[in-house]
């Protein structure tokens, strides 16, 4: 696939769907990240509102693409040819923006049309123009929502969760709200509420969370007061939860295992800045990254960043045992497909059996840096029970050591000796926590 070229976007409704269009196409047809290409294309686009409308655009295809799929199939004589896939996926850049965005149609289409001359496709200008009056004539065809999960998805979900099968998919199709923590050491989040009143952005609390505000209308990070100062962060309730479930004691050594991107590094000093925290990635690069995050919350002299892989304890360890260790597992990432829908394009069945795998190899080789007496917090963004509920019974079953600690309702349902938060529940992500304490 040709890559965009570097040269800045300029600030028009074209650029900003043209661009819209080059992201899905990479997803959608060339395995590409969301994030990645994200990250790519944002930065080229000088206006923030146009920024945000690429985000809004990408999001709203990647959670519905099979019914505009079926829309293009009903709607053309015969199937588009792989050459033509940014086409497709600029067409399905106007199918959103007609439903379910509902931006005004005139504007939507002229700018769509436009966009098509603007990625050298003139020639389809006028087919994507039929397409899209046609949409906003007859409406598209609802189609089955959820026609995109893959199929072995869908069915290892109904054998996990029966009764929420269709809860959790449609949980993951919506747009999820807005969560910040507030950053204790700098104001108290009362204080921060007021701040954002002052700014006209209404929160709400959460009385589980001490440190979580819960937006009323999602808002872009430059106009959250005092964000550049570290004053507050984005992050889910349930990954904020991850600090209540660990409760390190105080001035303990910590260690937080797989910690990029970094956030509930942070929330734990932000707790208590004596803590004595190492964290650890495989990933220099997004350490690096973590580095940058941590200089904005005014933490970048407070840990030690270690970048190795967690499992292989002799390249990094020191033999120091941690009062506290928290494996926030790679995973599936089944909780958060309404934050990462483009996870239902890139998982395969066989991913899973490579991270159960991986997730047992981390739990073993982890066990050992935990102090006498001390504990380990097995957490992760998934939903399938394989990775979370099996996973740790079967650690429990060949540890001797190892005690799993109840976690109360807070954490979600129990399941197995861990608790299950779904996605949706309590306008959460979907989340697994474990507690395990060693024998002393």
Request: glycine residues 6%.
């Amino acid at each position: 696939m040709p890559r965009p070229d570097s040269s800045p976007i300029t600030n028009s409704g074209a650029a900003s769907r043209a661009a819209a269009a080059r992201v899905l196409d990479a997803v959608l047809h060339h395995g590409r990240s969301l994030k990645a290409e994200l990250a790519l294309a944002l930065p080229r686009i000088a206006d923030p509102r146009d920024r945000a409308l690429v985000e809004a655009i990408c999001f709203a295809v990647l959670r519905q693409p099979a019914r505009f799929e079926s829309a293009l199939l009903a709607w053309v004589p015969r199937p588009l040819p792989k050459r033509d896939s940014e086409l497709k996926a600029l067409l399905f850049v106007g199918f959103a923006q007609l439903d379910p965005l509902g931006l005004p149609a005139h504007a939507a289409v002229a700018a769509t049309v436009e966009a098509a001359r603007t990625l050298g496709r003139r020639h389809q200008a006028g087919l994507v123009n039929a397409l899209l009056r046609r949409a906003q004539r007859e409406g598209l065809p609802a189609g089955e929502p959820h026609a995109h999960w893959p199929k072995w998805l869908r069915e290892q979900i109904n054998r996990d969760w029966p009764d929420d099968a269709m809860a959790i998919l449609d949980a993951s199709a919506a747009e999820p709200p807005m969560w910040l923590r507030v950053n204790r050491r700098q104001q108290s989040r009362d204080d921060y509420r007021a701040r954002l009143h002052e700014a006209g952005i209404e929160a709400q609390v959460d009385d589980r969370l001490p440190d979580a505000l819960r937006l009323d209308t999602p808002a872009a990070v430059a106009v959250l007061p005092g964000f550049a100062d570290g004053a507050v962060s984005v992050q889910d309730a349930s990954a904020q939860l991850v600090a209540e479930a660990l409760a390190p004691p105080p001035a303990g050594r910590v260690l937080d295992a797989c910690a990029a991107p970094g956030g509930k590094a942070a929330h734990l000093l932000e707790r208590d800045a004596a803590l004595r925290l190492v964290a650890l990635d495989i990933d220099a690069q997004r350490l690096d990254r973590m580095r940058s995050g941590f200089t904005r919350l005014r933490l970048g002299d407070r840990m030690q960043l270690l970048a190795a892989d967690a499992a292989d304890t002799a390249a990094w360890w020191d033999g120091v045992a941690f009062d506290a260790v928290l494996l926030d597992a790679p995973c599936s990432a089944t909780g958060i497909v309404r934050r990462q829908p483009d996870v239902l394009q890139h998982r395969r069945a066989s991913d899973l059996t490579a991270l159960v795998a991986t997730q047992s190899r981390l739990l073993d080789a982890l066990w050992a840096t935990v102090a006498p007496g001390g504990v380990l917090l097995y957490a992760t963004c998934s939903i399938l029970k394989a990775e979370n509920e099996a996973q740790v019974d079967a650690f429990l079953a060949r540890t001797p050591d190892a005690v799993a600690e109840p976690l109360d309702e807070r954490f979600g349902r129990v399941s197995g000796a861990g608790r299950q938060r779904l996605p949706g529940e309590l306008d959460c992500d979907g989340f697994f926590y474990a507690r395990m304490r060693r024998k002393g």
